[in-house]
């Protein structure tokens, strides 16, 4: 475990000097979790794939800024977080706000799933909750982050974030006893 952390330290440091093939072993390893993230945030399969990619644009251009404070792979999440949000915000429309995924049958979700990705029922049943709920959600259970966190982070109050968490907790306690 210790050489893997050790080993990870001469990858970031190469690909910080520019070294093509060190970030594309960054690449190779984060992917997925970095897609299974955006997957989970935005519940759409198209959006999830351009924000993957932009993450890993970004991180090419801004990984000299990671300065081993903390876990790299804490870093990129944080990283990856960021990106969603800020895609969120630009591309939301008057429509979208209106029509929330959570009108959505779970047949459209599931013609959305991308295959390689090995996505669980429980993956299933997160992309059907409300964007807030899931957002809130994702933030919190998956990702690890506090109300007060995720609150700064969406711009809402921190009993807010509490009651979209609980909502999602009991829409999916929900569905998941069907």
């Known amino acids: 475990m210790a050489q893997a952390l050790e080993d990870e330290r001469v990858i970031i440091s190469r690909a910080q000097q520019g070294d093509q093939q060190a970030f594309y ?30 993450v890993f644009v970004q991180l090419w251009q801004k990984i000299a800024n990671f300065r081993g404070e ?27 706000r209106i029509f929330s995924l959570e009108d959505q049958t779970m047949a459209d979700i599931a013609v959305e799933m991308p295959d390689s990705v090995g996505l669980t029922e429980l993956d299933k049943h997160i992309a059907r909750l409300p964007e807030r709920a899931r ?32 909502r999602a907790r009991n ?8």
């Open 70 to 96: 903390s876990k790299f792979s804490t870093w990129l999440h944080s990283v990856t977080n960021n990106i969603v949000l800020g895609h969120l915000r630009r591309h939301k429309n008057w429509l979208q």
């Open 25 to 54: 072993q960054l690449y190779q390893q984060y992917h997925r979790k970095v897609y299974a993230i955006c997957w989970r945030m935005l519940a759409d399969k198209d959006s999830a794939e351009d924000v993957c990619q932009e």
């Open 135 to 166: 957002l809130v959600f994702v933030l919190f259970a998956v990702e690890g982050y506090r109300h007060e966190e995720i609150a700064n982070m969406l711009g809402m109050a921190v009993g807010t974030s509490k009651a979209q968490y609980h």
């Open 171 to 178: 829409l999916l306690m929900e569905w998941i006893e069907i």
